[in-house]
């Protein structure tokens, strides 16, 4: 028969060495790095994942992010070399490379974006205020971040921070002066659209000045072409009816006066009233028209 107190002592010991084992045993996980405290004391940094042991009791863990972290940094204003304001929106990206100093500078995560916020905006206004505003918008920004990058980068060693990578996001003139730049533009370029209009009204002018001469150069030459034209043919037809009036007057006669009771008989609001006995009327009484010969009888 078994002792009920020895079993009962088994258990507890049982228990205990679980609960030993239980204390003595940690995790360290891909995305993080473990520092092992003893007695407050830091010890060496575990930076391997796996599984890992410490003394139970009297040794306690504190786990440190191995991932890239972000840092958002307020947006600023930076006076440029050229006087100018700029507001700059920057951002950095670190890791934290050495736990220990890590934790006896800064401690935690949100320590760390404090004090490395504040080294970032003194190298922001280090470096930006010794370039011009255009050096910072356009010319030199890639070099300007870089700069920016070294400076927080050696500061930011002695918390154990390695810092990745440091960008500008934007860089701008403050909303006061972006207004007034844009209505100064503004005003520039309507001025040039003023400008551009005038110049091509004037020439628009000029054209239309030049096209109007030259179509009344034309109209004039076409016109005394015309009236030169109309009095070659009127002088063709006075010659056609001198020559028909000198080989028969008679016949030239009666065919004139044929036109005249054409025109004269036509229908129209003027009215003539004539003597039947008018020589108008001349041919109605007498086919020679009373100028001719009447021809002898057969």
């Keep these: 028969m078994k002792n009920p107190v020895f079993g009962g002592v088994l258990a507890v010991l049982a228990v205990i060495a679980l609960v030993v084992v239980y204390s003595s045993a940690f995790i360290v996980n891909q995305t993080q790095q473990a520092l092992v ?14 599984l890992h042991w410490k003394a139970p009791f009297i040794d306690s863990v504190v786990y440190i992010d191995n991932r890239i972290l972000d840092l958002e940094n307020p947006s600023q204003e930076v006076i440029a070399s050229d006087q100018k304001r700029i507001v700059v929106d920057a951002f950095a990206r670190y890791r934290i490379t050495n736990p220990l100093r ?28 010794e370039n011009t505003f255009i050096a910072v918008v356009r010319d030199q920004r890639e070099n300007l971040m870089r700069q920016i990058g070294e400076q927080v980068n050696r500061e930011a060693a002695a918390f154990g921070i390695t810092v990745v990578d440091v960008r500008i996001r934007r860089a701008d003139l403050p909303e006061a002066n972006s207004q007034a730049v844009f209505q100064r533009m503004q005003t520039e370029r309507q001025r040039e659209a003023a400008e551009i209009r005038a110049q091509g009204n004037e020439a628009a002018q000029r054209l239309r000045a030049r096209a109007d001469r030259e179509a009344a150069i034309v109209l004039a030459e076409a016109n005394s072409k015309g009236e030169q034209l109309r009095g070659e043919g009127d002088a063709e037809r006075n010659r056609i009816f001198a020559d028909a009036f000198g080989r028969d007057p008679d016949f030239f ?46």
């Design 37 to 50: 405290l003893r007695l407050g004391e830091p010890l060496e940094p575990v930076t391997t994942p796996g």
């Design 102 to 129: 890590f934790y006896q500078a800064v401690g935690s995560v949100e320590a760390a974006n404090s004090r490395l916020a504040t080294v970032l905006n003194s190298a922001l206004r280090r470096v930006l205020g």
């Design 253 to 298: 006669t009666f065919y004139r006066s044929m036109q005249a009771y054409e025109a004269s008989m036509k229908s129209a609001d003027t009215r003539l009233v004539l003597s039947p006995d008018s020589s108008f009327f001349r041919y109605f009484r007498d086919p020679f028209g009373g100028t001719a010969a009447k021809p002898a009888a057969n």
